[in-house]
T-cell receptor, first 112, second 115 residues
Framework: KQEVTQIPAALSVPEGENLVLNCSFTDSAIYNLQWFRQDPGKGLTSLLLIQSSQREQTSGRLNASLDKSSGRSTLYIAASQPGDSATYLCAVNSGNTGKLIFGQGTTLQVKP | EAGVAQSPRYKIIEKRQSVAFWCNPISGHATLYWYQQILGQGPKLLIQFQNNGVVDDSQLPKDRFSAERLKGVDSTLKIQPAKLEDSAVYLC?????????????FGPGTRLTVT
C-alpha cells in the first residue's frame, strides 16, 4: 500500500531564504508525482508534475526533483517571498487510473 | 477556460442530518474525483468516475455516502446520516488524459461542519 510522508509539517523562514520541502513514498512503482499548493480556504493548485522517467521539473523559482529508487522528491523554492506562504502537498500517482495518494502537507510561512 | 465549480462553499448541519454537494467539472474532462480532506491531513480519494461509470470507490463509506454523475458531466456527493467525523473539506477534481497522465484540476471545495 502506497504511503506518502512530508517533512517537516511546518516551516517558518525569513523572506529571501532558499528552502527545501521533502516528500517520501514507500512504493517506487509510480507513474508520476505532483506538487500542489493550497491557500487557506481554497482548493489545490498544481505547481509541478514530474513523470516517472524524469529527474526534475522547473517553473520559475520552483524546482522539483524525483528520485524514484529512493522514494523521494524535493521541492526547492528559491528566494522565498511572503506570497509563498501556503500549504504544499505532494501526491503520487501509482496506478493507471489517475488516483492520487497525498502526503499530509508542509505549511510554510515566509516572514517579511 | 472555466475551472471546476463546487457548491455550496460552506455547510453547517447537525449530526444525523443529510447533506449534498454539487460539482461541475471542466468542460470535456471525462474523469471526476471526490476527495475528503480532514483538517491537518492531505486529501483522501472517496470516489472516481470515468464518464458515468465508477472507477474506484474503495474508500467511500457506502453505508452513509453516495455519489452519482449524471450524463457524464455534473456530480453530486451525498452524506446520510452525517456523523461528527464527517467534518472536513470535500474537494472535487476533474482531469483529462494525456498518454498515461491524469493532470487533476481542483475546485475550491465545500467546508462541512457537523455539530
Amino acid at each position: 500500500k502506497q504511503e506518502v510522508t512530508q517533512i517537516p509539517a511546518a516551516l517558518s523562514v525569513p523572506e529571501g531564504e532558499n528552502l527545501v520541502l521533502n516528500c517520501s513514498f514507500t512504493d517506487s512503482a509510480i507513474y508520476n508525482l505532483q506538487w500542489f499548493r493550497q491557500d487557506p480556504g481554497k482548493g489545490l493548485t498544481s505547481l509541478l508534475l514530474i513523470q516517472s522517467s524524469q529527474r526534475e521539473q522547473t517553473s520559475g523559482r520552483l524546482n522539483a526533483s524525483l528520485d524514484k529508487s529512493s522514494g523521494r522528491s524535493t521541492l526547492y523554492i528559491a528566494a522565498s517571498q511572503p506570497g509563498d506562504s501556503a500549504t504544499y502537498l505532494c501526491a503520487v500517482n501509482s496506478g493507471n487510473t489517475g488516483k492520487l495518494i497525498f502526503g499530509q502537507g508542509t505549511t510554510l510561512q515566509v516572514k517579511p | 477556460e472555466a475551472g471546476v465549480a463546487q457548491s455550496p462553499r460552506y455547510k453547517i448541519i447537525e449530526k444525523r442530518q443529510s447533506v449534498a454537494f454539487w460539482c461541475n467539472p471542466i468542460s470535456g474532462h471525462a474523469t471526476l474525483y471526490w476527495y475528503q480532506q480532514i483538517l491537518g491531513q492531505g486529501p483522501k480519494l472517496l470516489i472516481q468516475f470515468q464518464n458515468n461509470g465508477v472507477v474506484d470507490d474503495s474508500q467511500l463509506p457506502k453505508d452513509r455516502f453516495s455519489a452519482e454523475r449524471l450524463k457524464g458531466v455534473d456530480s453530486t456527493l451525498k452524506i446520510q446520516p452525517a456523523k461528527l467525523e464527517d467534518s472536513a473539506v470535500y474537494l472535487c477534481a476533474s482531469s483529462t488524459i494525456r498518454g498515461r497522465t491524469y493532470e487533476q484540476y481542483f475546485g475550491p471545495g465545500t467546508r462541512l461542519t457537523v455539530t
